[in-house]
């Protein structure tokens, strides 16, 4: 324990994986647990934040579950008021939850579109309703909401568009609200990921691996072909994200205010 976050309360939302492996939400939990946070971990799936807090409490930090579906006002809503009848306080809100969805404008449904909107973009609004006047009574508080590069950019050959626009409105939202409670002493970033091996990534398998009949051998095509389009030669992972999180959380990002913050590994930057 480091102490970066010493003292302080820290809502992840989405503190599970949504399968085997490490998400941006299960790293950030523990990244901020380690450096001295008391972490209340978020989670649709019970027991995957109870996973999480057993991981955290091994290493000796603090941490709680709870479950929620963050795209629900009165879950949201309980979630806050649970964590101060714990706490007391919530310094850091870290909003990690989403979902990907395939399909452009004419092979998507209504309803697809309307569920990834919900989870990917209401959850941010409801948490940052019910949290921000918390903040605001203490005189401070970061909100780090988890965006995507998919906000400002769309490959080729590969089509998600509810989630490219529910990405690009999470990119919205953050400026908004960056705007609007600076005086506040609340500071909301937004992480843009680029490509990442994460348990998320594992619907697109066939869209990357076309053809591929066995779903295990389109995985690891699709791992190749990701690692292959990082300038870096591989993908970043869930502990990249987590990193970024903390320096945004923490007083050494103070002055950082509105920032989308792209951790790519610099694919962004080209053609």
């Not at 979630?79 to 092979?107: F, Y």
């Not at 066939?206 to 993908?235: C, F, V, W």
Request: aromatic share 6%; with cysteine; proline share 3%.
């Amino acid at each position: 324990m480091t102490g970066r976050l010493k003292d302080r309360v820290a809502i992840v939302v989405g503190a599970g994986s949504s399968g085997p492996g490490w998400g941006n939400g299960k790293c950030t939990a523990l990244t901020f647990a380690r450096q001295g946070a008391r972490v209340f971990c978020v989670d649709r799936k019970r027991a995957a934040a109870e996973e999480t807090v057993g991981l955290i409490e091994k290493e000796g930090g603090t941490a709680v579950a709870f479950e929620a579906d963050a795209s629900r006002n009165s879950d949201v809503k309980s979630m806050v008021d649970t964590c101060l009848a714990k706490w007391g306080r919530i310094d850091v809100l870290d909003n990690n939850v989403g979902i990907g969805s395939q399909g452009g404008p004419v092979e998507l449904s209504e309803d697809e579109w309307d569920k990834v909107f919900d989870v990917n973009v209401k959850s941010f609004f409801l948490t940052a309703k019910h949290v921000i006047p918390v903040m605001e009574k203490q005189g401070k508080g970061s909100i780090v909401n988890v965006s995507s590069i998919a906000s400002i950019r769309s490959p080729k050959g590969i089509s998600y568009l509810a989630y490219n626009a529910s990405k690009g409105a999470v990119n919205s939202l953050t400026l908004a609200i960056a705007s609007q409670y600076a005086e506040k002493g609340i500071r909301c970033n937004a992480i843009l990921p680029g490509l990442m091996h994460t348990p998320m990534i594992d619907f697109l398998a066939e869209q990357y691996a076309k053809g591929e009949k066995d779903h295990n051998q389109a995985y690891d095509k699709m791992i190749a072909l990701r690692d292959k389009a990082s300038p870096t030669g591989k993908m970043g992972t869930g502990w990249d994200t987590a990193n970024a999180a903390l320096f945004l959380a923490s007083d050494e990002a103070a002055y950082v205010n509105g920032h989308l913050l792209v951790v790519d590994g610099g694919i962004t930057v080209r053609a």
